[in-house]
């Protein structure tokens, strides 16, 4: 990778790229979007733009290696996307039920995530599918999660099967509780779908052909939460 080519003229924090670099890095870690960079730096949007995404790439590069989990985990199924609302908006009956808000499948991206469960900090990993099927899971849960861990997630039947396979499984059925028991949740899963959102919700919606480096980002910044500038200074220093 070649950083600091092609940097407007006059740019205000010196002559080597660097120098942009480390004044955009802080912005990356701080989670700052190109453009509130690009108007405090007065610095090119699109030169921003490539900064980071050749940061994500750097992350995304680093997490090709599947994790090892054990112990306690919580697995889940999340859909990325903007919803298709109903044509017309009605307000509910007393005792009817309107049907929630679907996503468009065109314009979505289904992403399944495996948490360990830690005193010292929870670690993720996220993984892009293409469907919610047994035989789309099964492969996934079996590379990352070791025989013997115990395995917490919602009722999805796809997931009926894992006490057969050499796990402890118990299921938190979300319409009767929210736990299944003492610890018995996947509250920390469910956490980590919402940071994520939140994360991309500031850009108005991913291209799906870049999403997956966000999603990694995301999984990078949970998993080193309080020490992302180190980790990133790692990478930048690791490069090739």
């Known amino acids: ?18 120098e ?5 890095l802080e912005f990356f870690v701080n989670k700052s979007t190109a453009a509130s960079a690009a108007g ?9 733009n490539r900064y980071f995404n050749e940061f994500r790439y ?3 590069r680093s997490l090709r290696k599947a994790p090892r989990f054990s112990g306690v985990i919580e697995i889940d199924e999340k859909q990325y996307g903007r919803r298709r609302r109903p044509r017309e908006k ?12 679907k996503y468009g499948r065109e314009n979505t991206v289904l992403v399944f995530a495996i948490l360990q469960r830690d005193r010292k900090g ?8 293409k469907d919610t099927k047994r035989r789309t899971l099964s492969p996934i849960i079996h590379m990352i999660v070791e025989g013997g861990s115990k395995i917490y997630s ?3 039947r796809s997931y009926s099967r894992l006490r057969f396979n050499g796990y402890k499984h118990k299921a938190v059925i979300h319409k009767r509780s929210w736990t299944n028991g003492p610890g018995i949740h996947i509250n920390g899963v469910e956490s980590f779908f919402g940071f994520s959102k939140g994360l991309m919700k500031r850009f108005c919606g991913v291209p799906k052909r870049t999403f997956p480096l966000h999603i990694k ?3 990078f910044r949970h998993n080193n939460r309080g020490k992302v500038l180190e980790a990133m200074k790692r990478l930048l220093a690791e490069r090739t």
Not at 40 to 48: A, G
């Open 40 to 48: 405090t730096t007065k610095i090119s949007r699109n030169t921003i």
């Open 154 to 156: 919602d009722g999805h």
């Open 58 to 60: 750097l992350i995304f």
């Open 122 to 129: 929870s670690r993720v990993y996220t993984h892009i599918i």
């Open 20 to 24: 942009i670099e480390n004044i955009l």
């Open 1 to 18: 990778m070649e950083f600091g080519k092609k940097l407007e003229e006059g740019r205000p924090f010196g002559k080597t790229g660097k």
């Open 217 to 219: 980002e995301c999984e």
């Open 90 to 101: 009605r307000i509910a009956k007393k005792g009817e039920y309107l049907p929630r808000y």
